[in-house]
Antibody, heavy 123, light 107 residues
Framework: EVQLVESGGRLVQPGGSLRLSCAAS????????MSWVRQAPGKGLEWVSA????????YYADSVKGRFTISRDNSEGMLFLHLNSLTAEDTAIYYC????????????????WGQGALVTVSS | DIQLTQSPSFLSASVGDRVTITCRAS??????LAWYHQNPGKAPNLLIY???TLQSGVPSRFSGSGSGTEFTLTISSLQPEDLGTYYC?????????FGQGTKLEIK
């Protein structure tokens, strides 16, 4: 059974930093591109970032480019999102999501999602 | 960036009704479109990909069609568990943008 379990969400002050983690199991993690998608309270879904399976290619939404960094550890089956220079607009549930292929060029839809990690940015 | 506009934003329908949601892209995206359903407080669930391919395990009352800039999601006979919010997502180019969502209420 595919499982994605996010952790690391918490209350952080504006300007602060945070690292989110996603533990993957039930599939061969190193074979699939992975993404982060977020959802602000009461709002819709916003794609945040994606990373290829093995080449390290990454993409970011303009709203987080230069502040967030996606990474992965294929030996441990872990996906990470480093969040820096946080503002209130970054308050959201952050979902880890699995792609259906290895390459970002054709990563396809997100067929499995975690339960989400809540990040709250407030003083 | 490619913008996706869903219509309607809100929909109220009865059990057994046929329901259609439209997603329009700001530029052509071939068939690189997916549909998701999200129950309140839960993670999204993939329904349709490649505009018209049903994800494994999804009931056959769901179907998708379209290509280029206009797409539709149809529920042939609405069931109580279909309430929630539906999102389209373009997978043609990064950033992989979502539509604003269509909230479906059961009358």
């Amino acid at each position: 059974e595919v499982q994605l379990v996010e952790s690391g969400g918490r209350l952080v002050q504006p300007g602060g930093s945070l690292r989110l983690s996603c533990a993957a199991s039930g599939f061969t993690f190193r074979n699939f591109a992975m993404s982060w998608v977020r959802q602000a309270p009461g709002k819709g879904l916003e794609w945040v970032s994606a990373i290829s399976a093995t080449t390290g290619t990454t993409y970011y939404a303009d709203s987080v480019k230069g502040r967030f960094t996606i990474s992965r550890d294929n030996s441990e089956g872990m996906l990470f999102l480093h969040l820096n220079s946080l503002t209130a607009e970054d308050t959201a549930i952050y979902y880890c999501a699995k792609g259906v292929r290895s390459s970002l060029a054709a990563a396809g839809p997100h067929d499995y999602w975690g339960q989400g990690a809540l990040v709250t940015v407030s003083s | 960036d490619i913008q996706l506009t869903q219509s309607p934003s809100f929909l109220s329908a009865s059990v057994g009704d046929r329901v259609t949601i439209t997603c329009r892209a700001s530029q052509g995206i071939s068939s690189y479109l997916a549909w998701y359903h999200q129950n309140p407080g839960k993670a999204p669930n993939l329904l349709i990909y490649a505009a018209s391919t049903l994800q494994s395990g999804v009931p056959s009352r769901f179907s998708g069609s379209g290509s280029g800039t206009e797409f539709t999601l149809t529920i042939s006979s609405l069931q109580p568990e279909d309430l929630g919010t539906y999102y389209c997502q373009q997978l043609n180019s990064y950033p992989y943008t979502f539509g604003q969502g269509t909230k479906l209420e059961i009358k």
